[in-house]
């Protein structure tokens, strides 16, 4: 699926840490994530396809509070298109971090992990209007306002 000039992907996942983001500990069960967080977010940054990822004065988003638990990370960003997303994702180093992300995440409790919508390119999804698409692609299931990788629909026309 690629998408006409007109619209890019956003992209938005949510996953709970199975420890503090932000312990210093040697042990910490995140340590190994966030030393890692960097590099991946900048594999990302210069990725063929990559128009643009939410981030705080951090560069990252580990700051962002969505569910009053400081354990819940999200991810959102914007892709030109299907396939240079998913470049990223499984066929770039992030793969092998995705591979192993139980060891470090659980799900948020009745939510999805992801979800994926079209939006008119030069635009920035919101993270509340990123949580209302994820909300919605749980409540509803897959269809062209929010879907998942396994069941993608393609842009407006």
Known sequence: MTAPTGYHLAQFNVAKGKGPA????ADAVMRE??????????????SPGFVWRHQDASGNSTSIDVFDDP??????????????????VYRSDHVAFLRRRVEWFEPVED?????????????????????????????H????????????FEPPT
């Open 33 to 46: 994530f966030m030393d890692n967080l960097d590099r991946i977010n900048e594999l990302a940054d210069v």
């Open 71 to 88: 354990d819940v990370l999200v991810n959102l960003s914007v892709w030109e298109d299907y396939e240079s997303f998913h470049d990223y």
């Open 111 to 139: 939510l999805p992990v992801g979800v994926m919508w079209w939006i008119p390119a030069g635009t920035e999804p919101s993270i509340e209007e990123s949580l209302a698409k994820l909300r919605h692609l749980g409540e």
């Open 141 to 152: 299931g897959p269809g062209p306002e929010a879907f998942n990788r396994r069941q993608r």
């Open 22 to 25: 932000e312990d210093p500990s």
